[in-house]
């Protein structure tokens, strides 16, 4: 069946540190929203006519995660991280005012903490941070584990609201003395019981160096992680989709 696509208007927008901001929407029809509880639920933003999608083409777009979504109020907002003056989505994020439009379709998503295991895994980069601090937003109080996230410096680091027994750690990518994402991920004292992870960001460091950890060093089930690229460094979004491709058709030979 066909995504339903919703006209979004941005009505504000917020610096939430030198790398990210975040845009406040309102949309007259959100009910495409109900009952899409998953904590990563995302959009794709369609730069481009979104009639080209009813005639079986493909306009630009780019995918982002919901917060908020309110189908009472019209009310939602989209953390951007604002990556220089390349690609499409970003270098417009940092630009829109209230009284831009854009159309999104969707929304999607598969992820939410499951409060019965015994400890959650957090770990991913800004690109993540929204769908992170969603999930931390939803967990119980007695929830316990790790949330591992890398920025660039110290300056990125945003307020991130989790329950007293889940120990955060910021990394800072221009740090040389820091670790990188998959080496800190590697460094925490793996607990015992049952783990329910989530981990998302740039795809070679948790496709290539923090999956095969997860699955063939830790034996976490395949059920029990969320873990997928967000990004992949050097490419678009379409040239990402074919390096995705690549990597699904080279591990099903
Ligand atoms: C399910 C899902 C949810 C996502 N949620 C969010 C979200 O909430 N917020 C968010 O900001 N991103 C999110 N992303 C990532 C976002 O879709 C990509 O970063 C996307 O490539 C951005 O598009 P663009 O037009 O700005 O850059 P593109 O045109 O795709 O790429 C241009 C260049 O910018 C580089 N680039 C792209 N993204 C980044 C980045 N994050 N950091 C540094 N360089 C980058 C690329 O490597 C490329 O060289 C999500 C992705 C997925 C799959």
Do not use: C
């Not at 003056?85 to 159309?103: H, N, R, V, Y």
């Not at 937003?137 to 990125?156: F, M, N, Q, R, S």
């Not at 998959?182 to 999956?211: K, N, T």
């Amino acid at each position: 069946m066909a995504q339903p696509i919703t006209l979004l208007t941005v009505t504000a927008s917020q610096q939430l540190s030198p790398g990210m901001v975040r845009l406040h929407f309102r949309g007259d029809d959100l009910s495409a929203f109900v009952g899409v509880d998953h904590t990563d639920r995302y959009v794709k933003l369609i730069f481009g006519d979104p009639a080209l999608l009813e005639q079986g083409q493909r306009p630009t777009m780019r995918t982002y995660t919901v917060i908020d979504p309110d189908p009472v109020e019209g009310t939602l907002a989209i953390d951007f991280v604002v990556h220089g003056t390349e690609g499409i989505a970003g270098p417009w994020a940092s630009t829109a005012l209230p009284g831009d439009t854009i159309s999104v379709r969707g929304p999607n998503g598969a992820y939410s903490p499951d409060p019965t295991v015994d400890w959650h895994l957090f770990a991913g980069d800004e690109a993540a941070i929204p769908a992170i601090r969603q999930s931390l937003a939803a967990l119980p109080d007695d929830a316990e584990g790790y949330v591992v996230i890398e920025v660039d410096a110290a300056t990125h680091v945003q307020p991130l609201a989790a329950p007293d027994r889940l120990e955060v750690t910021w990394l800072y990518r221009s740090d040389p003395a820091q670790p990188g994402l998959a080496e800190a991920v590697r460094a925490l004292p793996w607990r015992s019981g049952r783990v329910h992870a989530f981990v998302h960001g740039e795809a070679q460091a948790v496709m290539h160096e923090i999956r095969p950890y997860l699955f063939r060093e830790r034996g976490v089930p395949r059920n029990d992680v969320s873990i997928s690229g967000y990004w992949r460094k050097g490419r678009t979004e379409e040239a990402f989709r074919e390096w995705k491709a690549q990597l699904a058709a080279a591990e099903s030979d």
